[in-house]
T-cell receptor, first 113, second 115 residues
C-alpha cells in the first residue's frame, strides 16, 4: 500500500519555466491538498480539492494552478516559476471525516534559480 | 481565520524524561480539531494525535497525550519517556470541523533528545 506518492522528489527550475507536480493516492480519499513548507516554517495550504473535478484556493494560491481530473490524482502547476516559489511541496489526502488525519506524501524539493 | 502559535523554537529533553510542547490557537469556528504532526530530519509528516473541540477527555496515543485547555485555547503535546528517535520537528495544526483537513500549521518546535 503506497499511500500518497509525489513525483518528482527533486527539481531545479529556471525563472520563468513551467512545471507540474503530480500527486497520486491509493486510499480512495475524497479530499486532496497541496501545501508548501519554507525553511524554518510550518506548512501552508496552497490549494485543495473536495472531490474529483473540484478545486479551491487555500492560504497561498497565487502563482499556482491545480487540477483533479481523476479522484486519485491531484496536479499542481507552476506556469512561470519565480525564486519565491523555492520550497518543499507536500501533497496530502484525507477522508471526508474531519476527525481523521491527513496522510502526506514524502515531499518535493523545488529550487527556482 | 485560524492561527496557531508555537512559542518554543527549540527544546532539549533528557532521554527517558517527559516533555511538554506548547501550542496555543485562535479560531472563530465553534467546532474545530487540533492535530500534532512529527517531522523527522528525513522530511516526512507523521500524524501523532488528534483532539476535537467537543471531546470531553484529553486524547492519548501511546506515549503521546494532549493537554487540552479549551478556555485558555491551548493544546499542549506531552511526550512521556522520551526516546532518541523523538528528536524531530513537531507541528501543531488546527482545522474547522467542516469536512476534510484544511490545516493551519504553527511554526513548529524542534525537539532534541539528549542521551
Amino acid at each position: 500500500n503506497a499511500g500518497v506518492t509525489q513525483t518528482p522528489k527533486f527539481r531545479v527550475l529556471k525563472t520563468g519555466q513551467s512545471m507540474t507536480l503530480l500527486c497520486a493516492q491509493d486510499m480512495n480519499h475524497e479530499y486532496m491538498y497541496w501545501y508548501r513548507q519554507d525553511p524554518g516554517m510550518g506548512l501552508r495550504l496552497i490549494h485543495y480539492s473536495v472531490g474529483e473535478g473540484t478545486t479551491a484556493k487555500g492560504e497561498v494560491p497565487d502563482g499556482y494552478n491545480v487540477s483533479r481530473l481523476k479522484k486519485q490524482n491531484f496536479l499542481l502547476g507552476l506556469e512561470s516559476a519565480a525564486p519565491s516559489q523555492t520550497s518543499v511541496y507536500f501533497c496530502a489526502s484525507s477522508d471526508r471525516d474531519p476527525r481523521t488525519e491527513a496522510f502526506f506524501g514524502q515531499g518535493t524539493r523545488l529550487t527556482v534559480v | 481565520a485560524q492561527k496557531i502559535t508555537q512559542t518554543q523554537p527549540g527544546m532539549f529533553v533528557q532521554e527517558k524524561e517527559a516533555v511538554t510542547l506548547d501550542c496555543t490557537y485562535d479560531t472563530s469556528d465553534p467546532s474545530y480539531g487540533l492535530f500534532w504532526y512529527k517531522q523527522p530530519s528525513s522530511g516526512e509528516m507523521i500524524f501523532l494525535i488528534y483532539q476535537g473541540s467537543y471531546d470531553q477527555q484529553n486524547a492519548t496515543e501511546g506515549r503521546y497525550s494532549l493537554n487540552f485547555q479549551k478556555a485558555r485555547k491551548s493544546a499542549n503535546l506531552v511526550i512521556s519517556a522520551s526516546q532518541l528517535g523523538d528528536s524531530a520537528m513537531y507541528f501543531c495544526a488546527i482545522d474547522s470541523n467542516n469536512g476534510g483537513n484544511m490545516l493551519t500549521f504553527g511554526g513548529g518546535t524542534r525537539l532534541m533528545v539528549k542521551p
